[in-house]
Nanobody, 115 residues
Framework: QVQLVESGGGLVQPGGSLRLSCAASGRRFSTYTMGWYRQAPGKERELVAIISSGVFTNYADSVKGRFTISRDNAKNTVYLQMNSLKPEDTAVYYC?????????WGQGTQVTVSS
């Protein structure tokens, strides 16, 4: 069982930045594939960024060049640095982990981009 706890969401103006953090339980964090998804009101949940155990990364086209996913295996934590935020980035952001063929999800953190 993997537990995920997100933090770092909030309200930010367009063009601003936020960093999301996700702390994971478990002794094998370095082997987990980790990621961030988001879900806006009335829309499907979508992949934002993913990072493998070997630090291979992949991003949604809509966030490439603005968002960066990273991980700190010593802290069992994955990060999402979000720059140049746009109103369309407004959503609940969920941390994701894949371990042993099982998906795990955090409770979500709200990000609102508005002036």
């Amino acid at each position: 069982q993997v537990q995920l706890v997100e933090s770092g969401g909030g309200l930010v103006q367009p063009g601003g930045s936020l960093r999301l953090s996700c702390a994971a339980s478990g002794r094998r964090f370095s082997t987990y594939t980790m990621g961030w998804y988001r879900q806006a009101p009335g829309k499907e949940r979508e992949l934002v960024a993913i990072i493998s155990s070997g630090v291979f990364t992949n991003y949604a086209d809509s966030v490439k060049g603005r968002f960066t996913i990273s991980r700190d295996n010593a802290k069992n934590t994955v990060y999402l640095q979000m720059n140049s935020l746009k109103p369309e980035d407004t959503a609940v952001y969920y941390c994701y982990a894949l371990s042993g063929g099982t998906d795990y999800w955090g409770q979500g953190t709200q990000v609102t981009v508005s002036s």
